[in-house]
């Protein structure tokens, strides 16, 4: 009985019924997730930078608006499609592992002690995968229940953090990510079809 009246806990639906007997669906979790670097750096492997992830992003995008005139008005249509920028905070580890593969992600866009770019930037382009997840862990195969999949990416600003005596937070290095398109994917990863999980359904908040 319990169980049952918890089902009430969501928006009446005119429209659907039965719907409203289905309770709250269970939202993903800011917490639960995980970022996967593809060519980043030069060292294997980049995992060291997923474990010490300590916050991301999932992408923005805007549609560019194009105005027409016409007579006595003015009507609106969409333009090209624009992808913000986002940060990622990784905890600089004291075997200087996440510093190291940085440092390589940079000298690879730029190197700093000759002073020479690359001659494409296919030769420093990056992948990031972002895995939004089910809180499974250890014997508990995490269920991936939504993949980004960031193509063409490189780092734009890389920022070494603060130091201060007054503090005990860990150091953090902050990457501002510039990327040429994302896709995403409900339920999975691109690319590797054996590895789609599917998404428990009707998860609801009080089961």
């Not at 980043?40 to 010490?52: M, Y």
């Amino acid at each position: 009985m319990a169980i049952a009246a918890l089902s009430n806990f969501t928006v009446p639906l005119a429209s659907d019924q039965s719907a409203t007997t289905q309770g709250m669906l269970m939202p993903k979790l800011q917490y639960r997730f995980r970022i996967n670097f593809e060519n980043f750096g030069v060292s294997t492997p980049t995992t060291e930078l997923t474990k010490q992830v300590a916050e991301a992003f999932r992408p923005t995008v805007e549609m560019e608006e194009q105005s027409i005139d016409i007579y006595n008005s003015r009507i609106y249509m969409a333009g090209k499609a624009k992808w913000s920028v986002g940060t990622i905070k990784l905890r600089d580890d004291v075997t200087g592992q996440v510093s190291k593969l940085v440092g390589e992600q940079m000298q690879r866009q730029f190197d700093f002690f000759e002073q020479s770019t690359a001659a494409a930037a296919g030769d420093y382009k990056f992948t990031m995968r972002i895995e939004m997840l089910d809180g499974g862990n250890g014997t508990n195969t995490p269920t991936v229940l939504e993949t980004w999949e960031l193509y063409g990416c490189f780092v734009q600003k890389t920022e070494y953090g603060t130091l201060a005596y007054k503090t005990q937070e860990p150091v953090q290095i902050t990457l501002t990510i510039r990327y040429d398109n994302a896709v995403q994917t409900v339920g999975g990863s691109l690319g590797s079809p054996t590895s789609v999980q599917k998404v428990r359904g009707a998860s609801t908040l009080g089961s």
